[in-house]
């Protein structure tokens, strides 16, 4: 079993910035792939960013590249999600979650959110306009 428990959400103006952390337990962390999705209300949860276990291979989704940063610190069990430039439409519940495997080859990432073992309880990210 993985833990994982998000932090830093907030309400932050249009072209703030906020950073997200997911603080692990558990098995061991660095054996595992790392993701951020998000939840807006009415929506389903969608793929926001993921992260390979060494750091070194990372991939967004196209609303949120150039903006959006994903990283790692293994030796202290926590990924973060730097959030810049915000807009209302990033407005969500961010959930971490954990995965064996991130990407199957020819530029195809894990961004399913069925193929992903553990989960946060989520923060609550608001952008006001």
């Known amino acids: 079993q993985v833990q994982l428990v998000e932090s830093g959400g907030g309400l932050v103006q249009a072209g703030g910035s906020l950073r997200l952390s997911c603080a692990a337990s558990?098995?061991?962390?660095?054996?595992?792939?790392m993701g951020w999705f998000r939840q807006a209300p009415g929506k389903e949860r969608e793929f926001v960013a993921v992260i390979s276990w060494s750091g070194g291979m990372t991939y967004y989704t196209d609303a949120v590249r150039g903006r959006f940063t994903i990283s790692r610190d293994n030796a202290n069990d926590t990924m973060y999600l730097q959030m810049n430039s915000l807009k209302p439409e990033d407005t969500a519940v961010y959930y971490c979650?954990?995965?064996?495997?991130?990407?199957?080859?020819?530029?195809?990432?894990?961004?399913?959110?069925?193929?992903?073992?553990?989960w946060g309880q989520g923060t609550q990210v608001t952008v006001s306009s």
């Open positions: 979650a954990a995965t064996l495997t991130i990407y199957y080859g020819g530029g195809h990432y894990n961004t399913d959110r069925e193929r992903y073992e553990y």
């Open positions: 558990g098995r061991t962390f660095s054996n595992y792939g």
